[in-house]
């Protein structure tokens, strides 16, 4: 047998050597029982070491292409199937959901891009990326992080707690699963309906049972069914964005006492509020004791540092710590380092400010375009605080249809539907318009009422 094999690239002959036999053999170029040349002639007519071909034959016995025979040599081994690799006829790329002619993506997770003071951050990079911070953090977040962290929602939510209550995480969801697995799949949690579809998601791939609690004008209502923990977002309730009432704290509040239940209050934009004083979170009025406190940057800095934290009672913090004592820190040293600095420098709160300035503009000019060209078969929810409001739509169009219509003409929106638990009948639209221009708010509001009307 003639084997012809020409060498290229960097690879080590000998591996060449075995990809080019593999070949033939899957190709069925050599068939089963043909035998296969020496290692000295093989070695003689590649021009390359008998050690070589010797290594090349091995990796091919080991994985069952050939087979030996004592003082006779390699043959090529028989096989049962059908050894033909089909090259696959499409590639597969991973899929955003939309469509590419959109160029108003009104889309509640995005921010001001433009806004964010990249100066102040890279400077701080530049200060902390060293040899000496390339080591992982502490499981449970950096303790400059952690601390002034505490700082921060002490004056700005007046909620009092230690640093060693304050764990950092990569983003809600992950906060959420290490709560689920401290807790067990036994727990019975209760989640607003509507409310975060991603939340309702981990609870259920934790094991965790989901009660649906429905919300009215007051926020989430008081749960009717035993639970051992009720999720909520107080400060703009997600989706319909109602701000809860001073009453509706006070009473869930106490049912947590009375049932020995814990709340969860994930504040996730409460720094962007438009109308009215703020009122307090029910972390402050219960100082901790049966509240479980979710905090994001996400909304404040950029969605792609992925930084949050969770609060907890001192009353959990130990049990915690020892359940979760052989995790890893899920966000990087350096990032921590930096936002803790820009936390004690003063440059969030000043950030924070610019901001606030900044989405006020944004929202107004949308309730204006909206104003302006629709009609009042239109509705708008939830404009009180945060980046998104809800537009109830009229009897004549759907959900799906406003959807269709609308990247029809180039515009992104996205359903209220998949917020429910147990479906809805009402025909609502989610508005995000924090990451939009004041010309693509007016220009993509105007462009959603030539089709929608």
């Known amino acids: 047998m003639e084997l012809s094999i020409i060498f290229t690239g960097n690879l080590a002959k000998y591996i060449q050597i075995y990809e080019e036999i593999k070949h033939a053999i899957i190709t069925k170029k050599l068939l089963a029982h043909e035998q296969l040349p020496s290692k000295r002639a093989l070695a003689l007519t590649l021009n390359v070491s008998v050690h070589t071909i010797k290594e090349a034959y091995e990796q091919l016995l080991a994985e069952g292409y050939i087979y030996s025979k004592e003082r006779s040599g390699y043959f090529i081994a028989p096989f049962e199937f059908d050894w033909l690799q089909q090259v696959p006829q499409h590639v597969s790329v991973p899929s955003n959901n939309i469509p590419n002619n959109i160029q108003f993506d009104f889309t509640n997770g995005h921010v001001d891009n433009e806004a964010f003071p990249y100066a102040a951050w890279h400077k701080l990079i530049k200060k902390h990326f060293n040899s000496n911070n390339l080591s992982t953090s502490p499981w449970e977040g950096e303790t400059t992080l952690r601390t002034e962290i505490a700082r921060y929602v002490e004056r700005s939510r007046g909620v009092s707690c230690d640093a060693s209550q304050v764990f950092i995480y990569s983003g809600t969801q992950s906060q959420l699963q290490a709560l689920c697995h401290f807790l067990g799949s036994a727990t019975r949690v209760g989640l607003e309906e509507p409310g975060f579809k991603r939340v309702r998601a981990v609870l259920q791939q934790c094991g965790l049972s989901t009660e649906a609690i429905p919300v009215d004008y007051s926020g989430v209502t008081l749960p009717a069914t035993p639970i051992h923990m009720l999720y909520t977002t107080p400060a703009h309730q997600f989706p319909l964005g109602m701000i809860m009432t001073i009453e509706r704290r006070v009473a869930l509040l106490q049912w947590a006492n009375s049932n020995a239940g814990l709340i969860i209050e994930d504040d996730?934009?409460?720094?962007?509020?438009?109308?009215?004083l703020p009122i307090p979170s029910l972390a402050k009025m219960d100082q901790l004791q049966r509240v479980i406190y979710f905090g994001t940057f996400s909304k404040t800095l950029l969605p792609s540092l992925r930084i949050s934290y969770m609060i907890l009672p001192k009353s959990l913090v130990v049990p915690f710590m020892t359940f979760?004592?052989?995790?890893?820190?899920?966000?990087?040293?350096?990032?921590?380092?930096?936002?803790a600095d820009f936390l004690a420098q003063g440059l969030f709160d000043k950030h924070l400010a610019k901001m606030r300035t900044?989405?006020?503009?944004?929202?107004?000019?949308?309730?204006?375009?909206?104003?302006t060209h629709f009609s009042n078969e239109f509705q708008v929810i939830g404009e009180k605080s945060g980046l998104h409001i809800v537009i109830k739509l009229p009897q004549h169009l759907t959900e799906s249809r406003a959807i269709q219509l609308a990247q029809e003409v180039g515009v992104q929106v996205y359903p209220c539907s998949?917020?429910?638990?147990?479906?809805?009948?009402?025909?609502?639209?989610?508005?995000?318009?924090?990451?939009?221009?004041?010309?693509?708010?007016d220009e993509g509001i105007a462009l959603l009422a030539s089709v929608w009307q």
């Open 268 to 276: 996730y934009d409460s720094e962007f509020r438009y109308k009215g």
């Open 418 to 441: 998949t917020s429910y638990q147990n479906g809805t009948n009402e025909t609502m639209i989610i508005i995000g318009y924090g990451g939009l221009t004041l010309q693509q708010i």
């Open 358 to 371: 900044i989405y006020r503009k944004k929202q107004q000019a949308l309730l204006t375009a909206i104003s």
């Open 324 to 339: 979760h004592h052989e995790q890893k820190s899920v966000v990087s040293k350096v990032d921590q380092l930096v936002l």
